[in-house]
């Protein structure tokens, strides 16, 4: 192992208090997941903010989601959300419709061009995480899954209410 390898493997051995420790590698580990997926989403031609949006639309199915819902889901201001969907449907991969529930909010949804784009990358993207995760067992994906969940509604249940 290289000695920056090393480093970023040590970065927070000095912090006695575990759950400030915990902050640590949570950022570290963001940091470091980031790095890996920035060289994926490069090959595919898309930024991280539009895949993530493309697949949480995908997801949504035929009735999409408002730009509401898919802002709160990727944790960005209305902004940027209407920026981000300004660009998608730019490209011909979301399309904005009317939400036939609230006159007054719209909805994104995907387009044929989208699925294209997913149903090619799809597979991919499963395969390659696949790979970075393979040096754990699938219990310890399993166990590592569940703690994080349990962490995020811990979060939202006490800091975002």
Same mark, same amino acid.
């Given at each position: 192992?290289?000695?920056?390898?090393?480093? #970023? #493997?040590?970065?927070?051995?000095? =912090?006695? $208090?575990?759950?400030?420790? =915990?902050?640590?590698?949570?950022?570290?580990?963001?940091?470091?997941?980031?790095?890996?997926?920035?060289?994926?989403? %490069?090959?595919?031609?898309?930024?991280?903010?539009?895949?993530?949006?493309?697949?949480?639309?995908?997801?949504?199915?035929?009735?999409? @989601?408002?730009?509401?819902?898919?802002? /709160?889901?990727?944790?960005?201001?209305?902004?940027?959300?209407?920026?981000?969907?300004?660009?998608?449907?730019?490209?011909?991969?979301?399309?904005?419709?009317?939400?036939?529930? $609230?006159?007054?909010?719209?909805?994104?949804? =995907?387009?044929? $061009?989208? %699925? %294209?784009? #997913? $149903? %090619?990358? #799809?597979?991919?993207?499963?395969?390659? /995480?696949?790979? &970075? @995760?393979?040096?754990?067992?699938?219990?310890?994906?399993? &166990?590592?899954?569940?703690?994080?969940?349990? =962490?995020?509604?811990?979060?939202?249940?006490?800091?975002?209410?």
């Amino acid at each position: 192992m290289s000695r920056n390898m090393g480093d #970023l #493997l040590n970065t927070y051995d000095w =912090i006695e $208090d575990v759950s400030t420790k =915990i902050m640590g590698n949570f950022i570290k580990t963001t940091l470091l997941v980031d790095k890996i997926f920035d060289k994926y989403y %490069k090959e595919i031609g898309l930024s991280k903010p539009q895949f993530q949006s493309l697949y949480l639309v995908y997801l949504a199915g035929d009735e999409g @989601m408002t730009l509401s819902e898919l802002g /709160s889901k990727m944790c960005v201001t209305k902004a940027n959300i209407t920026t981000l969907v300004d660009r998608m449907e730019s490209y011909g991969f979301m399309q904005r419709v009317s939400n036939p529930k $609230d006159r007054r909010s719209i909805k994104t949804i =995907i387009t044929k $061009d989208g %699925k %294209k784009i #997913l $149903d %090619k990358v #799809l597979p991919e993207y499963k395969e390659f /995480s696949g790979e &970075i @995760m393979g040096f754990l067992s699938d219990e310890e994906k399993q &166990i590592a899954n569940d703690l994080l969940e349990k =962490i995020q509604k811990g979060l939202i249940e006490t800091h975002l209410k």
